[in-house]
């Protein structure tokens, strides 16, 4: 028999923080304006693709690692 878990939709797949997403809200969320680095998505897991959203704390860590690397 396989275990089953339980995917919550509120963590990022990346670093296992809240994700803040409010998909769900009339209003929208700023995952649905803000650029999400191919980078960056091709480390999501194959099973939360489409599923959670990667957090800003994660798109902006890379941003900066990026600026990092260009400026040595």
Do not use: F
């Amino acid at each position: 028999m396989s275990k089953q878990v339980k995917i919550d939709d509120n963590i990022c797949p990346l670093s296992d923080q809240p994700n803040r997403c409010e998909v769900d809200l009339q209003r929208g969320c700023w995952c649905m304006n803000t650029q999400v680095p191919a980078a960056l998505l091709a480390k999501v897991p194959e099973h939360l693709i489409a599923v959670s959203c990667v957090c800003n704390n994660c798109i902006a860590n890379y941003h900066q690692q990026q600026t990092y690397d260009v400026s040595k």
